[in-house]
């Protein structure tokens, strides 16, 4: 990919756009192209999930709402989707500094740089695609090696819990921990991104 | 050395990037390694399962009804467990009067005030500073919560400039700052709560998600035997302990969900400072009974607390107390 979606997606995506304006429950399958990309954008500049989740909750919650007024000039659906995730951050920065007014100032150089981030170059883009996908496959991998890898990352577990949880050895679970990870590295490098 | 198995250098890889610690070096790293650990430092950022599934019905439900999505998010956003600005593990230190030690901390540290809830009488019933990426929590206490100094762990940016700012206000030298062994900048202050600040820079590159910049530490006797009791409650990894031939805790870190503490074994001058910590966990009730079938005794029996945690209290073997907490929204 190379910082944008091909002109086949496109289409497609123009028509699941077309069909969500006309019916809002048809939102659903462009949150299920979106969801992950909204996500990688906004977690790898939030401070912490909590706040990663309420941000991509806004977006989604935001985009739905204006969906009406969003037309197809030539801006992608998902440029449109970050520039909202974009301004939610900001949004976020600000709300925190009101709930802290003892705070320095400090913190006015973030908000600035993730308005300016809102330009965003074809690097930052090709990285939340790439993590994008990552996350895509994660639910792709078999049983037993995705609740490994959720427990494990997500609810940062320990190997010795993961294994009582599961009725495994820790060696069985650290087992699964690789092969999970080689399986997604395998599937990230068969297709460049 | 023989050489380990991937799974088990890819593991032990993981465990020091969840907390961002440095790993230990492999002596020989499979060639496979660095490639997968690229994979595993993005998969920190994985999305929870839950959440993508509760916004998606949270939107359906939406389009269905426009009215009363407000409250369906909030209920969705407030599952994650931990207050946010609190990192799993937060030292909880109780000195009097609180307010000059917050003034310390901001003075010392770039300590930035949170919260300040005063009591009736005045005095400070809770209050937050944030220092970094972590945060202390304070009171003045009562007289079932006398005044108990801790001893702090700040990884900082500059040792040399952060310790001078202690001194400058008001803290006494433990041990002026200097490179370790270990590879870190170090020095040592107690402030005049008697408080222990040990102040480093690290000596090793961290991961994207830097250091924690705060951790309690506990000098304990038998310091050994804590660490399974809080694998027992909280579910807690030792992540690297050093021994001695005796098998005395020389120096232990210990993980408990996104954080860690740190313990060795008391001696000479340096003797136990029974804590107070606040520990966030998935599920306090579950937590709190493991807690008492490890030996802990109960301080309090977990209930909801009107600021939007479910919270119990429990004393360890050693005079900690911990108070276990989950967080279930803010409103």
């Not at chain 1, 490994?148 to 650290?174: C, H, M």
């Not at chain 2, 949170?114 to 003045?140: K, T």
């Amino acid at each position: 990919m190379r910082g944008g979606t091909p002109e086949g997606e496109d289409r497609t995506e123009q028509a699941l756009v077309a069909a969500a304006q006309n019916d809002p429950a048809k939102f659903d399958a462009l949150y299920e192209l979106h969801f992950e990309r909204v996500y990688a954008f906004v977690a790898s500049r939030a401070r912490d999930r909590a706040t990663a989740e309420d941000v991509t909750s806004a977006v989604f919650h935001k985009a739905l709402e204006h969906l009406p007024k969003y037309e197809w000039r030539g801006v992608p659906f998902a440029a449109w989707l970050l520039r909202i995730a974009a301004n939610a951050i900001v949004d976020q920065a600000k709300r925190e500094r009101r709930e802290s007014p003892l705070e320095d100032d400090s913190r006015e150089g973030d908000a600035n740089g993730i308005l300016h981030g809102s330009q965003m170059r074809g690097e930052e883009l090709r990285a939340i695609e790439h993590r994008a996908r990552l996350f895509r496959l994660v639910g792709e991998l078999p049983e037993p090696q995705k609740q490994v890898i959720f427990e494990r990352f997500v609810e940062q577990r320990s190997i010795a819990e993961i294994a009582g949880r599961l009725g495994k050895t820790a060696g069985a679970i650290k087992q699964l921990q690789l092969r999970a990870v080689q399986r997604l590295r395998t599937q990230m490098e068969g297709r460049h991104g | 050395m023989a050489k380990r198995s991937l799974a088990l250098q890819l593991d032990e890889a993981v465990l020091a990037m969840l907390v961002a610690l440095p790993a230990r070096p492999e002596e020989t790293p499979h060639r496979e390694l660095p490639a997968l650990l690229k994979i595993a430092r993005e998969l920190r950022l994985l999305p929870r399962a839950e959440f993508r599934e509760g916004l998606r019905t949270d939107l359906q439900r939406r389009t269905r009804m426009s009215e009363g999505a407000a409250a369906q998010t909030k209920d969705l956003r407030e599952v994650h467990y931990m207050r946010p600005g609190l990192t799993a593990i937060t030292p909880y230190i109780i000195a009097r009067p609180a307010a000059r030690l917050i003034e310390f901390l901001k003075s010392a540290f770039d300590g930035i005030e949170q919260l300040r809830m005063p009591a009736p009488d005045g005095s400070i019933m809770h209050a937050a500073v944030a220092i970094g990426n972590g945060a202390i929590e304070l009171s003045d206490g009562n007289e079932a919560y006398p005044s108990a100094p801790a001893a702090v762990h700040l990884y900082v940016e500059d040792a040399d400039v952060t310790y001078e700012r202690a001194m400058l206000a008001g803290a006494t030298s433990i041990a002026p700052v200097a490179n370790q062994h270990w590879g870190d900048r170090w020095g040592a202050v107690k402030d005049p709560f008697g408080n222990h600040w040990y102040i480093a820079k690290p000596g090793w590159t961290p991961g994207p998600e830097g250091v924690r910049s705060v951790q309690p530490f506990l000098h304990l006797r038998e310091a050994h035997k804590l660490i399974p009791f809080l694998e027992a409650a909280f579910g807690a990894e030792s992540l690297g302990v050093a021994k001695s031939p005796e098998g005395t805790v020389l120096h232990g870190t210990i993980r408990i969900g996104n954080a860690t503490l740190e313990i060795d074994e008391a001696y000479g001058e340096i003797q136990p400072m029974p804590s107070h910590l606040h520990v966030y966990v998935p599920d306090t009730d579950a937590a709190y009974a493991r807690a008492l079938e490890a030996g802990a005794t109960s301080i309090e029996a977990p209930q909801d607390k009107p600021y939007g945690d479910r919270s119990a209290g429990v004393k360890d073997a050693w005079g900690n107390s911990w108070f276990i907490a989950t967080h279930l929204g803010t409103k």
